[in-house]
Nanobody
Framework: QVQLVESGGGLVQAGGSLRLSCAASGRTFSSYTMGWFRQAAGKERRFVANISTSGTMRFYVDSVKGRFTISRDNAKNTVYLQMNSLKPEDSAVYYC????????WGQGTQVTVSS
């Protein structure tokens, strides 16, 4: 059974930074493209960024490009999301998963950006 555990969220002022982590277990982590997703209150979960199995290729949605950086450590089965220059519209629960995603999802980590 796959287990995904996200952490690192919190409350931050606009312009601040956070670094999210996601520890994965129960699968061969290094074999999967991994992604970060987010779900704002009352909205659908949306894709944010992904990273290839080796970490050499990354993709970001336009709204976070230049501000967020996805990375991974295959030895630690962990994927990260460095978030800089945060905006109130970045407030959401953040999830990691393979990309494309599979069940089950983790519990996510809440990011709240105050203006």
């Amino acid at each position: 059974q796959v287990q995904l555990v996200e952490s690192g969220g919190g409350l931050v002022q606009a312009g601040g930074s956070l670094r999210l982590s996601c520890a994965a277990s129960g699968r061969t982590f290094s074999s999967y493209t991994m992604g970060w997703f987010r779900q704002a209150a009352g909205k659908e979960r949306r894709f944010v960024a992904n990273i290839s199995t080796s970490g050499t290729m990354r993709f970001y949605v336009d709204s976070v490009k230049g501000r967020f950086t996805i990375s991974r450590d295959n030895a630690k089965n962990t994927v990260y999301l460095q978030m800089n220059s945060l905006k109130p519209e970045d407030s959401a629960v953040y999830y990691c998963n393979s990309h494309p995603p599979t069940e089950p999802w983790g519990q996510g980590t809440q990011v709240t950006v105050s203006s």
